[in-house]
C-alpha cells in the first residue's frame, strides 16, 4: 500500500508553510486529518480500542513536481509494537532491527525494575505493619506494668517488670536489625537497575544517532545532534510523527504543504482528547523541524491568537499604604516573559515606584482574568506570604466547562485530587503523575447548566500551575475541559476562567478582607 495518499483538497492551499506551533491548523490540514481518521478503523483494525488506547497520529499535505496534491499520514514512535505498518509512513532511522533489539532490552529492564520494586514496596508494607503490631503489643504490656507498679509491687515484681522493659526494647532492636539490611539490599538492586537503564539510554542514543540522518528543504544532510546544538538529545527525538512526515516528504521528492497532529482513543495523563489536534512537541520535534524546514516558504514565527489580546484593562479595585488588590484582564501576562515585557508586575513597578519587596503575592495564567493581591512592602508581603503558606486565604474561581460530549451531567460538588507535574516534553503543558507529581487539592460545585456547558465555582486548596484546568479537563477530574482552554481543550476567544473573589486577613491591621471581580462571561 502506497503511502500518500492522492486528495483534491476543498480547501485552498497555504501560500507558504504554516508554523508547526500555530495552535490552530491550517484549514487544508485539518480536512487531510479528518479524510485519515475516517480511514483509521481500517488501517488500524479491530486490535486497537479507542476506548483503551491513545495515540498520537499526523498528516502532511504535500505536492508532487507535478503539482498534484495528496497527504503522508505518519504515527509517533511506535504502534502495536511495530515501527512500520501499511498506509504509514517509516522512520527516520533506517535501522529499525537494531531499534527493535533496544526495545527488547529496554522492556527486560523495564520488566525487572518493576518487578524490584514491587518487592521493595512489599517489604516496605511488612516492615511497617510489623514494626505497628510490635509497637501496639509493647503499649499493651507498658499500660500493664504501669499498673502493676500502682498496686504496690514488691522489689521482686519491679525486677522483672524492669526485665519485661529491657526485653521489650531488645525485641523492638532486632525488628529493625532484620528488616534494615533487607530493605538496603532491595533498594541498592533497585538503584543498580536504574543505573543500568540509564546507562541503557545512554548507549542507545548513541548508537542509534548515527542512523539518523536528517535532511533540509535545501538538500543539506546533518546528524540528528545538530538540531539540537550543545544540548543532551531527548530521549524519542526522531520518533515523531511530524518528523518522520517531513523527512519521508523531503527525501520523496515531495514539497511540504501544512502539517498537523491528532490524538486518536482515550484521553491520558497528559490530557490528549481524542480527535483534537496538536502542534507538535517542543522538545522533541520543534528543533527537527526547525533544521528539516530550512529553505522552505514558511512562517517563522507562530501567530498569536485570541486569548494573547488583552480582553479589558488592568483595573484597580483597591489600595491602601500596604497592599492593592487588582483585576487582571485575560490575555496579560502576570509578570514579563521572554519575549513580552507588558505584565501585570510592570504596570504595578511602574505605578509604585518606591515599593519595596517583590510585590505580587501570587499569578494568574496568561488567558486567566480576575483578582491579583499585591504588597507595597515587605513586611505586608511577609506576612500575606505566610497566609498563602499555611492556606488561609481563599480563593473562589468561576468556570465555564465544556459538557457537551458527557453522557451524563456532571454532580452538583465534589472534590479532585490529583498530584501534577509539568510535561517535560511539551512545555508549558502539565500533566498528572501519581509517581512524580506535586500533590493538588480543588473542591467544586456547580452553579448553573445548559445544554452544552456547565457554570462552576471552584475552591483550590493547593496552587499548582494549571491546577483548574487539568483538574477539569482529566477523565478522572470532571472530564470536562474550560471553554476555550487551547491546552486542555479546544482553542477559543478566551479561556473561561476568572478568578473571582479573594478573602484574606490585612497584613497591618489583623483585619478579614473580601473582594469579588464582576465575570465577564
Known amino acids: 500500500m502506497s503511502v500518500l495518499t492522492p486528495q483534491p483538497f476543498n480547501t485552498p492551499l497555504p501560500q507558504c508553510f504554516p508554523h508547526p506551533r500555530h495552535e490552530l491548523p491550517h484549514p487544508v490540514a485539518l480536512e487531510a486529518a479528518q479524510h485519515l481518521q475516517q480511514r483509521l478503523p481500517s488501517l488500524l483494525g479491530s486490535a486497537f480500542s479507542i476506548t483503551e488506547h491513545g495515540h498520537m ?45 533496544h526495545d527488547h532490552e529496554e522492556t ?63 525485641e523492638l532492636q532486632a525488628l529493625h536489625q532484620h528488616w534494615r539490611p533487607r530493605l538496603a539490599q532491595t533498594q541498592t538492586i533497585l538503584d543498580a537497575l536504574n543505573a543500568d537503564q540509564r546507562r541503557h539510554h545512554k548507549r542507545q542514543l548513541q548508537q542509534t544517532q548515527a542512523s539518523y540522518r536528517l535532511i533540509n528543504a535545501r538538500g543539506e544532510h546533518a546528524e540528528l545532534k545538530a538540531a539540537f546544538p550543545g544540548l543532551p538529545i531527548p530521549t524519542g527525538a526522531g520518533d515523531c510523527a511530524a518528523s518522520k512526515l517531513v523527512h519521508h516528504a523531503l527525501t520523496h521528492g515531495l514539497t511540504p504543504i501544512a502539517l498537523t497532529e491528532f490524538w486518536w482513543g482515550a484521553t491520558d495523563d497528559t490530557l490528549r482528547r481524542h480527535g483534537h489536534s496538536y502542534p507538535p512537541c517542543r522538545s522533541k520535534c520543534q528543533p527537527l523541524l526547525d533544521f528539516m524546514l530550512q529553505g522552505l516558504a514558511r512562517e517563522t514565527t ?41 505584565s501585570v508586575l510592570t504596570h504595578l513597578q511602574q505605578r509604585y515606584p518606591e515599593a519595596s519587596g517583590p510585590l505580587l503575592l501570587h499569578r494568574l495564567d496568561m488567558c486567566t482574568s480576575g483578582l491579583l493581591l499585591a504588597a507595597k512592602h515587605s513586611r505586608a508581603h511577609t506576612h500575606l506570604q505566610h497566609q498563602f503558606e499555611n492556606r488561609s486565604i481563599q480563593k473562589r474561581y468561576v468556570a465555564l466547562l465544556d459538557t457537551h460530549h458527557l453522557p451524563q451531567p456532571i454532580a452538583d460538588r465534589g472534590s479532585i485530587s490529583l498530584p501534577l507535574r509539568v ?20 473542591h467544586w460545585q456547580v452553579i448553573a447548566r445548559n445544554d452544552h456547558t456547565t457554570r462552576v465555582h471552584f475552591h483550590p486548596v493547593s496552587g499548582r500551575t494549571h491546577q483548574l484546568r487539568i483538574h477539569a479537563a482529566h477523565p478522572q477530574g470532571l472530564n470536562a475541559p474550560i471553554t476555550g482552554d487551547s ?35
Open 423 to 442: 510535561n517535560l516534553d511539551d512545555r508549558p503543558r502539565h500533566q498528572v503523575c501519581h509517581t512524580h507529581g506535586k500533590p493538588a487539592l480543588t
Open 487 to 521: 491546552l486542555y481543550g479546544q482553542p477559543g476567544e478566551r479561556l473561561m476562567l476568572h478568578a473571582e473573589q479573594l478573602c484574606f486577613t490585612h497584613p497591618i491591621t489583623g483585619q478579614r478582607l473580601q473582594f469579588e471581580a464582576e465575570v465577564l462571561f
Open 57 to 101: 497520529f499526523g498528516v502532511l499535505v504535500v505536492q508532487d513536481a507535478h503539482g498534484q496534491t495528496g497527504y503522508l499520514a505518519a504515527f509517533a514512535e511506535q504502534l502495536h509494537g511495530h515501527w512500520q505498518m501499511p498506509g504509514f509512513v517509516g522512520p527516520i532511522c533506517a535501522n529499525t532491527e537494531r531499534l527493535s533489539d
Open 108 to 170: 527486560q529492564l523495564s520488566e525487572r525494575i518493576a518487578s524490584s520494586r514491587n518487592e521493595l514496596q512489599q517489604q516496605q508494607l511488612d516492615y511497617t505493619q510489623a514494626l505497628t503490631d510490635l509497637k501496639r503489643h509493647h503499649q499493651q504490656r507498658k499500660q500493664q506494668r504501669h499498673q502493676q507498679r500502682a498496686q504496690q509491687a514488691t522489689p521482686e515484681q519491679l525486677h522483672q517488670l524492669a526485665i519485661q522493659s529491657q526485653h521489650d526494647k531488645r
Open 302 to 342: 507562530p501567530p498569536r491568537v485570541g486569548h494573547y489580546t488583552h480582553i479589558g484593562e488592568l483595573e484597580y479595585i483597591y489600595e491602601d499604604d500596604d497592599i492593592v488588590i487588582v483585576n487582571k484582564p485575560a490575555g496579560m501576562l502576570s509578570v514579563p516573559g521572554t519575549d513580552i515585557t507588558d
